[in-house]
């Protein structure tokens, strides 16, 4: 079954940076789009960065534009979300989402691993 494992949450200062992992296992990780979710205390969950099939184009939240970066490395399965210049309004529990038909409609998820930024 589609498994996803998140890692790299963490407590940083405001400007610090952070590197989110995804381990992803059961299907066939090269073929589906993959991206990262977020949900901040307080606020409706949002779609951070998406990547979609083979790495042939990319999505960013206006939000984090210019300070986020979504990679992958399909050999290994693991997408990653590296994070620059965090603001304290980036505090949130971050998702790892597989949209395996890459339709917007269903998603797997991880179970989640925090990030926290302090001012």
């Known amino acids: 079954q589609v498994q996803l494992v998140e890692s790299g949450g963490g407590s940083v200062q405001a400007g610090g940076s952070l590197r989110l992992s995804c381990a992803a296992s059961g299907y066939t990780y090269g073929s589906s789009c993959m991206g990262w979710f977020r949900r901040g205390p307080g606020k409706a969950r949002e779609r951070v960065a998406f990547i979609y099939r083979g790495g042939s184009s990319t999505y960013y939240a206006e939000s984090v534009k210019g300070r986020f970066t979504i990679s992958q490395d399909i050999p290994k399965n693991t997408l990653y979300l590296q994070m620059s210049s965090l603001k304290p309004e980036d505090t949130a529990m971050y998702y790892c989402?597989?949209?395996?038909?890459?339709?917007?409609?269903?998603?797997?998820w991880g179970q989640g691993t925090q990030v926290t930024v302090s001012s």
């Open positions: 989402a597989a949209d395996l038909a890459c339709t917007g409609q269903t998603y797997y």
